[in-house]
């Protein structure tokens, strides 16, 4: 017997319209969660892989491939996998969550909507005006057409000139560092049917700065968390149905080409302007070295590091990188010449090109092997807890997370939540998290509506209220 199953019809501009909610109508979202957002499957997929690579290598291939010796030994490799698999357990202890794929609803009453609605704008505002100020800084500072002709131009030393001359501004160019939250919020907004696409404003600005300033982590930034809450969120259009879900189950298998090609679109006017003049290799073996090379060098950095660091009388530095790179900071402590006395090190027995510090072992070596686990226990901990409450549907806890997820997939490099960059959405979503409005009995949370037969849309919008609030409702839940 042979059954036929239509498709379902795609709906006109004027239906989809009607299931958006204004933001007098509350929202409900359904987020799925694919095994691979899982933040102890996102360790193993890359940080794993790349520190079985970096262990794997010889010295021969470090110093051909890479231009430097091998430090990684046996022993601090083992040293290494334990900071890794202390912050991996705490991760999936916390969390108590395995990692198959689940299903939780985000629910928001009229109040809340508007609040959210409120703090995007707030948050887009706030980070135009730091790239507005770093604009006329850099204008003031010497900044002209004929520089930013010379990097579209790949001349040599272009981007450091232009570095030089547009400097950050501690306190105001610090709100650029805001747009990863927007940027998170507005996909959110955008997903319940919201209308809100300024953020994309910042995706440009933030990949302008990348070209501009060598500064690939800006756009990864504000790009991520993007991808995240699209990924976790199906939206009001009819055709996100579970054939898209499982699409996206396995959508690492799709990134691994993507992120290569970004790498080396990237690079093409950074590094290749020098190297296309002293490398026997085409540009796809030389891009697909080095982007293998900025993950296993990271591990050999902080070998090095801790190597090095043994009978120097410095404080912690790396782990605490946003403590003393905040403002105002320097006025009360002298800094520590880290910084400096690393540049040197690496100068004298490494390559400068390939400058992370890495992670696992530079804890080890700023706070010895019992503070290392610790530290990583603790940020374990944390990280599991707040993914713990994403899946639970706790709207904070939803925008840490994608915020925080860019840090996991930049562990082999660095400590990325132990940077000043990381801290004003951190701030932010504190303040967020305090003032956010609970629900009250005069204002319940929204319930979806759904159709009474026939395949249903997995994203409905409110069009009546509940008379009792959902659990995952009543308060923003970091």
């Known amino acids: 017997m042979v059954t036929s199953h239509t498709r379902p019809r795609k709906l006109n501009s004027q239906e989809i319209q009607r299931i958006k909610p204004p933001s007098d109508q509350g929202a409900v979202l359904q987020i799925r969660w694919p095994w691979w957002l899982h933040p102890a499957a996102a360790l193993l997929l890359l940080a794993g892989s790349t520190l079985v690579l970096a262990a794997l290598s010889s010295d021969e291939v470090y110093r051909s491939a890479w231009g430097t010796p091998k430090y990684l030994t046996v022993d601090l490799t083992l040293i290494l996998a334990l900071g890794f698999g202390a912050f991996a357990l705490a991760i999936l202890g916390v969390s108590n969550i395995s990692m198959t794929p689940r299903t939780s609803t985000l629910s928001l009453n009229p109040s809340q909507l508007r609040y959210l609605n409120r703090t995007y704008t707030i948050l887009f505002w706030l980070a135009i005006f730091g790239y507005a100020a770093w604009t006329i800084a850099g204008g003031l500072g010497g900044v002209s057409l004929n520089n930013l002709r010379a990097v579209f131009d790949r001349q040599l030393g272009a981007i450091s000139d232009l570095k030089s001359a547009a400097r950050p501004i501690a306190g ?40 501009l300033y060598a500064e690939r982590l800006a756009i990864l930034e504000v790009v991520v968390p993007i991808v995240v809450i699209y990924i976790l969120t199906p939206g009001v259009d009819p055709k996100s149905t579970h054939r898209t879900f499982k699409r996206k189950r396995h959508a690492p298998a799709v990134a691994l080409p993507l992120i290569w090609a970004l790498f080396a679109a990237s690079e093409y006017t950074r590094s290749w302007v020098f190297y296309q003049y002293t490398t026997h290799q085409t540009f796809p073996e030389w891009v697909t070295y080095r982007l293998l090379g900025y993950y296993s060098t990271a591990y050999n950095n ?20 946003a403590f003393w ?8 402590f002298t800094p520590p010449d880290v910084p400096l006395w690393w540049g040197t090190v690496l100068q004298q027995n490494g390559n400068p090109e390939y400058n992370s510090v890495g992670s696992f072992l530079t804890s080890y070596a700023e706070l010895g092997i019992i503070g290392m686990l610790i530290f990583w226990i603790l940020a374990g901990l944390a990280v599991g807890h707040i993914f713990k409450r994403s899946v639970e549907g706790r709207l904070a806890a939803l925008l840490l997370y994608s915020v925080l997820y860019i840090g996991i997939l930049e562990l082999p490099r660095y400590i990325y939540w132990a940077q000043g960059r990381f801290t004003p959405g951190v701030i932010a979503l504190l303040i967020f998290a305090i003032k956010y409005p609970r629900t009250t009995s005069r204002e319940p949370a929204a319930r979806p509506w759904r159709e009474p037969r026939g395949r249903q849309n997995r994203t409905r919008v409110a069009s009546s209220i509940n008379k009792e609030p959902s659990a995952s409702s009543g308060a923003p839940g970091l």
């Open 172 to 211: 105001l160019t610090t709100l650029t560092q805001l747009a990863p939250l927007c940027c998170a919020v507005g996909a959110l907004l955008l997903r319940m049917g919201q209308g809100r696409r300024g953020f994309w404003l910042l995706v440009a600005l933030a990949a302008a700065r990348t070209l």
């Open 302 to 321: 902080s070998a090095l590091f801790a190597l090095n660091r043994e009978g120097h009388d410095l404080p912690p530095y790396f782990t605490i990188d």
């Open 325 to 332: 790179n905040a403002p105002g900071i320097s006025k009360l």
